[in-house]
């Protein structure tokens, strides 16, 4: 069974940062972007979000590869939902929320090269603050918030998918 991994959080919040560290590939419409020509461009939106759900359905049809991360905001509920039914109900759809902090992502933010812009921030976050309360109730196989550690909880993971976390680092599930 193949594992798609989706960021849920406000931008500067640290969701690419985590990303890359987790040693899978990346899909994400800021790399989309950067592909079209230049990643801070918004006008590149759609562009961006096409190819990024249409490299999401190749790996799922394929299975290749075996786990992924999709590195965006997901902030608003239509958002996340969509993402579900892009990624479809055959992988095993693990949403991975981030702290909603203002401060620490206006910090972050500013001490990055491409700025987005104060409002822009809040709004983000003013639409997680609204809607992760109800994200349980959504359809993810898993809601791993990174503050609570390791994704495991009491998911029924399998080796390979043991396997993949091992490979990321992460603790090994409880037994």
């Known amino acids: 069974m193949q594992l798609v991994l ?3 959080g406000m931008p500067g919040i640290g969701k690419s940062t985590w990303a890359e560290a987790q040693k899978l590939p990346i899909v994400s419409p800021d ?7 230049d990643a801070a461009d918004q006008r590149l939106n759609g562009a961006a979000w096409h190819r990024v759900r249409e490299r999401i359905e190749q790996a799922v049809f394929t299975g290749n590869p075996p786990a992924l991360i999709v590195d965006g905001t997901f902030a ?3 958002d996340r939902k969509s993402m579900l039914r892009t990624i479809g109900p055959t992988a095993r759809r693990v949403l991975v929320v981030f702290p909603v902090d203002r401060a620490a992502a206006h ?3 500013a001490a990055r090269g491409r700025l987005v812009p104060a409002p822009v921030v ?3 976050a003013d639409k997680l603050e609204e ?3 109800r994200v349980w109730t959504e359809g993810w196989d898993l809601v791993w918030d990174v503050l609570a550690g390791a994704p495991w909880g009491e998911q029924p993971w399998t080796p390979k ?3 993949h976390a091992a490979a990321c680092g992460w603790p090994a599930p409880p037994r």
Do not use: H, I, K, M
């Open 6 to 8: 989706v960021t849920c």
């Open 31 to 37: 790399r989309e972007r950067a592909r079209l020509g």
């Open 76 to 78: 608003g509920r239509s």
């Open 107 to 109: 910090r972050q933010n």
């Open 122 to 124: 809040d709004r983000f």
């Open 131 to 133: 809607s992760l309360p």
């Open 161 to 163: 998918l043991a396997a």
